[in-house]
């Protein structure tokens, strides 16, 4: 398992995260189109899709190993922002802002890619947990960083391994983070979801709102193509 991970690593060892900061209207260089929404359950009538896809990755000149596709939720209040090849790697990165010049971060979801060299089903789990955990611990400092759930769970039909936890960044906002890896079917690559949630706007009290963020929900709509 061990030289496994050793292979594995070596993909995702560059991607080191970044601070998250407020967004700028040069940051924003991408635009999803808007769909009906599989949030209706939740009074969401309208999303934005996004399609990570073999067109998405000749237009921003970027290798899309796993193309995929999700919606991110369109609510009162809030604009999305995405942009193309984020600081801290991957191919897409999604704020969820307020709707106001400040553009202040409600969440924020970044996609990472990951490669493995397992068929095991249990073992690519177990891989993508792994670099899930180690993401985590590059978000923010050790002794300030916490892992509060790890645990399987299954995104668009597909088994994946989700962690919770929190970290203080740059800035010194206390955040709670959601990381979950999903490997594509029959192929040895797969993805990350970051969702980070910014308590200091006021939507976050504790640590089970991270599943209503926004960058959340984006994350539980993927599919891949």
Do not use: W
Not at 19 to 28: D, E, F, N, S, Y
Not at 90 to 114: E, H, M, N, V, W
Not at 140 to 157: A, C, S
């Amino acid at each position: 398992m061990k030289s496994i991970l050793r292979l594995a690593a070596a993909t995702v060892c560059a991607f080191t995260l970044l601070a998250l900061q407020a967004v700028t209207a040069q940051q924003v260089q991408i635009e999803g189109s808007v769909n009906l929404t599989p949030f209706e359950a939740r009074g969401i009538t309208l999303s934005t899709l996004y399609k990570v896809d073999g067109e998405f990755a000749g237009k921003q000149g970027i290798a899309v190993p796993a193309p995929f596709t999700l919606a991110a939720p369109r609510r009162d209040g809030q604009q999305i922002l995405a942009q193309a090849k984020p600081a801290g790697g991957g191919p897409i990165k999604i704020y969820f802002a307020t709707d106001d010049p400040q553009k202040r971060i409600f969440s924020s979801l970044q996609i990472i890619p990951f490669t493995m060299k397992t068929d095991d089903p249990q073992k690519r789990l177990e891989i993508g947990d792994y670099f899930a955990i180690d993401l985590l611990k590059k978000l923010g400092e050790n002794r300030t960083t916490r892992v509060n759930l790890r645990r399987q769970v299954t995104v668009g039909g597909l088994p994946a391994a989700e962690v919770v936890g929190n970290f203080v960044n740059a800035e010194g906002d206390q955040l709670l983070v959601r990381l979950v890896a999903v490997a594509k079917p029959g192929s040895p690559h797969g993805i990350i979801g970051i969702a980070v949630g910014h308590p200091r706007q006021g939507r976050i009290k504790k640590v089970e709102d991270i599943y209503d963020t926004s960058a959340s929900l984006a994350f539980d709509t993927v599919t891949f193509n």
